[in-house]
């Protein structure tokens, strides 16, 4: 298993629906495919959705440091060898999380190819499938309405509502999107750090009949306290999304009694044997654990699939990343039905990729 050719494929994606949130517009979703060859004919795919605010790298970083000290230094290693693989990508690409994402998600594809079964099998077998949320963004009350609306009919049992520019705007929008949707639906809240403590808390107390699950990361990443604060004095559970970025993180979210849970990307932790870490340490600390995505080709949304249904500590998903993405040059990997992600049940990622 000789890791002999090492492909590098930048391509930026349409999105179907462009969508705002609290510090960004996004149109389009910039991602690095990777694919490792090996000796014995085998190839394995991974992904990179580098995104500043989230991973910490950009687009041209996670480039660079794929081309110029990752790939150089992989030809000829074992692809069986992922933990001593994924120290040298640790040493050697300690701030871009994303590029060793998809070196590391593309050795696990091998791995599972090699082993003939799908990689949630390989990696524990926890479930068959998981409900994944779907995002709705900041728009006007209507136009998010009308949205939540449209998710309903495709067949999502599950929607995270993007909110953190106008608290009051956005009670009023998160209330009439419980209205079209029923009570029925999941509902989840994701701020991305934009409120104050005392505007989440004027927004968690005007939404508080609307039946939210928790609310994703609403104060600054860094601004710990507020977290604290919040999550001591909220009525809905506070969850950790740009706040948790590795394991380490989670330790210490859970040591201190930060948050009530944890979203686990990725891209984040840099690819599967980390973001397993951090998943074993938030169950530990009795953190209830997302897995979560950023807006991705289906090559790193079914490798998050595939472990989110592998580990029992994974509790919720939102794995949306790819529905929007157009021409998505991987197809297969998943299965969406009746608002629930499906593993693919062929060996690896069991996904095909043209380029």
């Known amino acids: 298993?000789?890791?002999?050719?090492?492909?590098?494929?930048?391509?930026?994606?349409?999105?179907?629906?462009?969508?705002?949130?609290?510090?960004?517009?996004?149109?389009?979703?910039?991602?690095?495919?990777?694919?490792?060859?090996?000796?014995?004919?085998?190839?394995?795919?991974?992904?990179?959705?580098?995104?500043?605010?989230?991973?910490?790298?950009?687009?041209?970083?996670?480039?660079?440091?794929?081309?110029?000290?990752?790939?150089?230094?992989?030809?000829?290693?074992?692809?069986?060898?992922?933990?001593?693989?994924?120290?040298?990508?640790?040493?050697?690409?300690?701030?871009?999380?994303?590029?060793?994402?998809?070196?590391?998600?593309?050795?696990?594809?091998?791995?599972?190819?090699?082993?003939?079964?799908?990689?949630?099998?390989?990696?524990g077998g926890a479930r068959q499938r998981i409900l994944t949320s779907v995002t709705v963004g900041i728009a006007s009350v209507e136009d998010g309405a009308r949205r939540a609306r449209e998710l309903v009919q495709a067949g999502f049992r599950a929607l995270k509502i993007k909110t953190g520019k106008d608290w009051k705007e956005d009670v009023e929008r998160v209330k009439a999107i419980r209205d079209a949707i029923g009570a029925m639906m999941a509902l989840r809240v994701d701020a991305n750090q934009g409120y104050s403590v005392q505007e989440a808390l004027k927004f968690i107390r005007g939404v508080k009949d609307c039946q939210i699950e928790f609310i994703e990361q609403p104060t600054p990443a860094n601004a710990l306290g507020d977290l604290k604060i919040l999550r001591d004095e909220s009525a809905i559970p506070i969850m950790a999304d740009e706040s948790a970025r590795a394991a380490n993180d989670v330790l210490n979210l859970a040591f201190n009694k930060i948050v009530d849970m944890v979203n686990v990307k990725l891209m984040k932790s840099g690819g599967i044997l980390s973001a397993g870490e951090a998943v074993a340490v938030a169950a530990a600390g009795g953190l209830p654990v997302m897995f979560g995505c950023m807006d991705e080709s289906r090559v790193s949304i079914a490798a998050a699939l595939?472990?989110?249904?592998?580990?029992?500590?994974?509790?919720?998903?939102?794995?949306?990343?790819?529905?929007?993405?157009?021409?998505?040059?991987?197809?297969?990997?998943?299965?969406?039905?009746?608002?629930?992600?499906?593993?693919?049940d062929k060996p690896g990622l069991g996904i095909e990729v043209q380029i």
């Open 1 to 123: 298993m000789t890791i002999t050719q090492i492909d590098i494929h930048p391509i930026t994606f349409k999105l179907k629906n462009p969508y705002a949130i609290a510090y960004e517009f996004y149109d389009t979703a910039a991602n690095v495919l990777v694919r490792i060859e090996t000796a014995s004919g085998l190839a394995g795919w991974g992904n990179a959705a580098p995104d500043a605010h989230v991973t910490g790298e950009s687009i041209e970083r996670t480039e660079e440091i794929l081309a110029t000290s990752i790939v150089p230094a992989l030809i000829g290693r074992d692809t069986r060898n992922i933990a001593e693989i994924e120290t040298f990508l640790q040493t050697t690409a300690p701030n871009t999380p994303a590029a060793r994402a998809a070196i590391d998600v593309a050795l696990y594809d091998l791995l599972g190819q090699r082993a003939r079964l799908p990689l949630y099998q390989l990696l």
């Open 306 to 344: 595939h472990l989110g249904c592998a580990l029992p500590g994974v509790h919720y998903a939102d794995l949306d990343g790819a529905f929007d993405i157009v021409d998505d040059v991987a197809a297969g990997g998943l299965e969406f039905k009746d608002g629930f992600l499906i593993p693919s």
